[in-house]
């Protein structure tokens, strides 16, 4: 069997690895969301939802700047042993499976826990207000709309420009946390 085949045949699990991670990695959020903002005050409320939203965020830098980083710099970093330099190499090397989880799964994850946040916002300010106006929804929405969106665009800016300290950054967390040991 050749490097290719061995390569088509190891990826063919891929689908079924995200599909897995997403069903635990959501519930997960969604259990830690709900827990949070059970009886929860505004501010609470506001806190659990902007964590996700950087949480989004931060994770889509990660999954471009893996993307579009020069492997070089962390080959060198690698063959003098500095830390974080073969855990790069290895982000670096699984790019694909690191973007997808990254941007798709954490981001559209994040993305729907927020939506879910939103909703609980929505309502404590209806019932707050002693209204049921769709203007408060539309308000809402389009506020995490326009935080998530435009926090995303400048993530990406940064990502693509400045990918290997990007880069650099989570392969020193992950030699720290020894994720790939």
């Known amino acids: 069997m050749s490097d ?17 991670m997403s069903i635990a990695l959501s519930a997960v959020l ?6 949070a903002l059970t009886g929860a005050s505004y501010v609470i409320a506001l806190l659990v939802l902007l964590a996700f939203i950087g949480l989004g965020i931060i994770f889509d830098m990660i999954g471009v700047a893996v993307t579009a980083a020069d492997p070089r ?27 997808s989880f990254c941007n ?17 916002i ?8 002693n209204t049921t106006s769709v ?7 389009a506020l995490i709309s326009g935080m998530t969106i435009g926090g995303k665009a400048l993530g990406k800016k940064i990502a693509i420009n400045d990918s ?18």
């Open 104 to 120: 798709d799964v954490v981001g559209d994850i994040c993305g729907i826990v927020s939506g879910s946040t939103a909703a609980v």
């Open 164 to 181: 290997t300290s990007v880069v650099y950054r989570v392969a020193r967390m992950a030699h720290t946390l020894h994720l790939f040991r």
């Open 73 to 99: 710099p962390f080959h060198s970093m690698a063959a003098h042993k500095e830390k974080g330099g073969r855990e790069a190499v290895r982000l670096l090397s699984k790019a694909n499976e690191v973007s």
């Open 135 to 141: 203007l408060i929804s539309i308000a809402v929405t």
């Open 30 to 35: 969604s259990f830690f969301s709900s827990t």
């Open 122 to 129: 929505v309502t404590q300010l209806q019932e707050g207000l």
């Open 4 to 20: 290719k085949e061995r390569g088509k045949k190891k990826n063919s699990h891929w689908p079924i690895k995200v599909f897995l």
